[in-house]
Nanobody
Framework: QVQLVESGGGLVQAGGSLRLSCVASGSIFSINAMGWYRQAPGKQRDLVAAITSGESANYADSVKGRFTISRDNAKNTVYLQMNSLKPEDTGVYYC??????????????WGQGTLVTVSS
């Protein structure tokens, strides 16, 4: 069994910064891709940023230049540094990981989500 635990959400004023963390634990052989998704109230869950084990990253257009995704492969941890936050960045942020378990079975798991609220 593999679990993701997110942290770092909270309330921040527009223009402020937050750093989200997500740690994967359990029966992990390898994690290929890790990413952050956002779900705003009443909307679907959308990709914010993703990063491969080789540290190739991609971002939603709305966050380019403001958010930075990074990972520590040794710790199975992914981070999302969010700067110049806007009210439209408000939502529940979910971590996602894809890879292989120790039994070499396909792995895809979601975290429980962490709430980010940006006030104007």
């Amino acid at each position: 069994q593999v679990q993701l635990v997110e942290s770092g959400g909270g309330l921040v004023q527009a223009g402020g910064s937050l750093r989200l963390s997500c740690v994967a634990s359990g029966s992990i052989f390898s994690i290929n891709a890790m990413g952050w998704y956002r779900q705003a109230p009443g909307k679907q869950r959308d990709l914010v940023a993703a990063i491969t084990s080789g540290e190739s990253a991609n971002y939603a257009d709305s966050v380019k230049g403001r958010f930075t995704i990074s990972r520590d492969n040794a710790k199975n941890t992914v981070y999302l540094q969010m700067n110049s936050l806007k009210p439209e960045d408000t939502g529940v942020y979910y971590c996602n990981a894809a890879g292989l378990t120790r039994g070499l079975r396909r792995l895809e798991v979601w975290g429980q989500g962490t709430l980010v609220t940006v006030s104007s």
